[in-house]
């Protein structure tokens, strides 16, 4: 028997999933719950793409002024040692997007979790920046959210800088961590990787 490729069009993370288990725990149990199996990969993100932009963007448009949704991702180019972040955010005013390209020595041994790291606190900056409470950050490397929350212990400077921010802002902006599965069409998510590796010039 082939590939099975489980498609969450609705559900905790939307995604591709390769088992049933792992499509299982994003469904069972959720209202509204919308998944199907495919052959193909490609069948799979099709199906979670034939209504993602008008879904998301519906929801881009209910937002409140004090709210804002941001999806972060981060990239490394080893020849420079250069790290980057990309950010696509939303707020009830529209749509912008930023990149920016680091080499902080203390945080280029983390590669692009430096870039992920970067990339929330410039997302978590502009909330503030803008005068927003509420932030629904989306992100696809879980440490973003366990490091900040405490959950994961904080042992390199890079984490330290990123857990230290995070405590001095949290009573004034409530964030709302939201993971999304690395890879799996999500259009922002993508497009945030997409601007993270264009500033180093990697090919996409």
Not at 47 to 71: D, P, R
Not at 157 to 176: A, M, Q
């Amino acid at each position: 028997m082939g590939n099975k490729y489980y498609a969450v069009k609705e559900g905790r993370n939307i995604g591709v999933y390769e088992t049933w288990a792992e499509c299982e725990s994003q469904v069972k149990g959720y209202s509204g719950a919308s998944y199907k199996k495919f052959p193909t990969y490609e069948e799979a993100i099709s199906f979670i793409n034939s209504n993602e932009k008008a879904y998301k963007e519906k929801e881009i448009l209910k937002l409140k002024g004090n709210e804002m949704v941001a999806y972060v991702d981060g990239s490394f180019d080893k020849d420079s040692k250069y790290y980057s972040y990309g950010a696509v955010i939303f707020t009830a005013e529209g749509k912008e997007i930023y990149s920016q390209k680091e080499n902080d020595e203390t945080m280029v041994d983390m590669r692009n979790v430096a870039g992920e790291i970067r990339g929330a606190m410039y997302a978590m900056e502009q909330a503030l920046r803008k005068g927003k409470d509420v932030l629904y950050l989306h992100y696809d490397y879980v440490g973003i959210e366990k490091w900040a929350t405490g959950e994961w212990k904080t042992n390199k400077d890079g984490t330290r800088k990123y857990k230290e921010y995070y405590d001095s802002i949290k009573d004034k902006l409530k964030v709302e961590f939201e993971k999304v599965k690395a890879h799996s069409g999500d259009k922002y998510n993508e497009e945030a990787d997409k601007l993270a590796k264009e500033v180093l010039d990697i090919e996409v």
